[in-house]
């Protein structure tokens, strides 16, 4: 079986894949204090929970946009599974042509979801990652990543709002029935979503423009993809495993 691991701002993302099917996933908290051990101890115990046994695992696979924890979840693989993992990072193959100006500075999530969007459903795509940021990578039919936009994600906004003002809350990032809200919980939920699936719409419409095209492939993917999705008509697809589907992709190019 392979190990996928995720490792995001906010997340980790394990997955377990016997062969092309995703038999299981978990979500734990990255947080650079946490050690080989911690990290060890409770993947150990998720992959139990699931039948799954530390000898099942015969590869492992990571992407990771915390240089920090690079070493502490290579020493975890290592000394909890006895494997080495493959990173994601220059001198993989991923078939992906970055068309940046220095495609070193490219995130390795940002990869790993644009050769999973492009083989998963053809070009031209742009992914829409709502995480800790929210990303528009942008994919062309001859799987080349012509570029990305960056904005901020909508749990950073929404704790942004929170911290800097004295008399706004932490919300449910819910849509409302109606944009004009009559209280302060209605009101803020209306700016976060609404104000977001603007942001999509304009941001593609843009996108449509300079390639010249009509329509375009969208997918979604992050935990708050669904939410926006529903308030929007430009996103065709909300795939949750995109990402873990591309690490596997990745792993069996590499292998």
Do not use: W
Not at 182 to 189: R, S
Not at 194 to 202: E, P, Q
């Amino acid at each position: 079986m392979l190990l996928a691991i995720d490792l995001g701002n906010t997340n980790i993302k394990y997955g377990v894949f016997n062969g092309q099917k995703l038999v299981a996933s978990f979500r734990v908290s990255s947080r650079i204090s946490r050690t080989a051990d911690e990290y060890g101890s409770v993947l150990v115990g998720l992959l139990s929970d699931s039948g799954i046994t530390k000898s099942d695992i015969d590869g492992i696979i990571f992407s990771s946009v915390i240089p920090a924890l690079n070493y502490t979840i290579c020493h975890m693989c290592e000394y909890f599974f006895g494997i080495t993992p493959l990173m994601i990072g220059p001198g993989i193959k991923t078939g992906l042509n970055i068309k940046a100006e220095n495609p070193r500075e490219v995130g390795a999530d940002i990869i790993v979801n644009s050769v999973s969007a492009y083989n998963k459903y053809g070009g031209p795509i742009v992914v829409i990652d709502f995480g800790t940021a929210t990303t528009f990578d942008v994919i062309t039919d001859k799987c080349e990543l012509l570029g990305v936009v960056i904005a901020p994600g909508i749990k950073t906004s929404l704790e942004g709002l929170v911290s800097k003002t004295a008399q706004l809350p932490m919300v449910e990032l819910d849509a409302p029935k109606t944009v004009i809200g009559k209280n302060t919980k209605h009101c803020m939920q209306s700016g976060i979503i609404f104000g977001f699936a603007g942001l999509v719409d304009n941001i593609l419409k843009k996108i449509k423009k300079e390639l010249g095209v009509d329509e375009l492939k969208v997918v979604a993917t992050g935990g708050l993809g669904e939410i926006i999705a529903k308030e929007v008509k430009t996103i065709n697809t909300v795939d949750r495993t995109l990402t873990l589907d591309g690490l596997r992709l990745i792993y069996e190019l590499n292998k």
